[in-house]
């Protein structure tokens, strides 16, 4: 027994040590992931937030892959994920929009400044679409297959890096 005694606090320094360097090697992921993925688009019906672009509604939704931006003229990464919209747009990916409580002076002000890429953008003055969506914050993209079903979410701004991605999945979604 005293020969135990005399290991423990090493034994109690090695678990100490091997919990704190796997929360270095793996850091915990903090991102709100949507429990949507997988399922059907819920009901939406946003109405058109610009007077140019139709409004999103759920049955827009059919017939091909698409994407699903949530964004906000106020949003910084929002501005940073703009070119990836734009080199999404020119690679044929439909991309709707969902402006989270926004006007339509900003939105026009923000697609001017940073290009549009947006087929449909509905308000969402509210943000109950966005929540609806599982969705936690802006930007956030989702991948919307031919039968209307989220197949995946991207949280955060779209990066240059993760284009070819969204389009080998969107190819897949075909």
Partial sequence: MR?????????????IFALVASGLIKPADHLVHSAMVGKPLP???MKPLLPTKPGVATADFRGKPRLLNVFGSWC??????????????RAGVEINAIAI???????????????????????DPTGHAQIA??????PETFLIDGQGR?????????????????????????
């Fill in 3 to 15: 020969r135990l005694a005399v290991w423990a606090p090493l034994a109690l320094f090695a678990l």
């Fill in 43 to 45: 009901a939406l019906a």
């Fill in 76 to 89: 910084i990464p929002c501005i940073a994920e703009a070119p990836q919209l734009m080199a999404l747009k």
């Fill in 101 to 123: 409580r926004d006007t339509p002076d900003a939105v026009q002000a923000f697609l001017a400044r940073n290009g549009d890429p947006y087929a449909r953008i509905g308000d």
């Fill in 133 to 138: 969506l599982g969705s936690s914050g802006v």
């Fill in 150 to 174: 989220i197949i995946d979410q991207h949280i955060g701004d779209i990066r240059a890096d993760d284009v070819p991605e969204i389009l080998r999945k969107l190819e897949a979604a075909k």
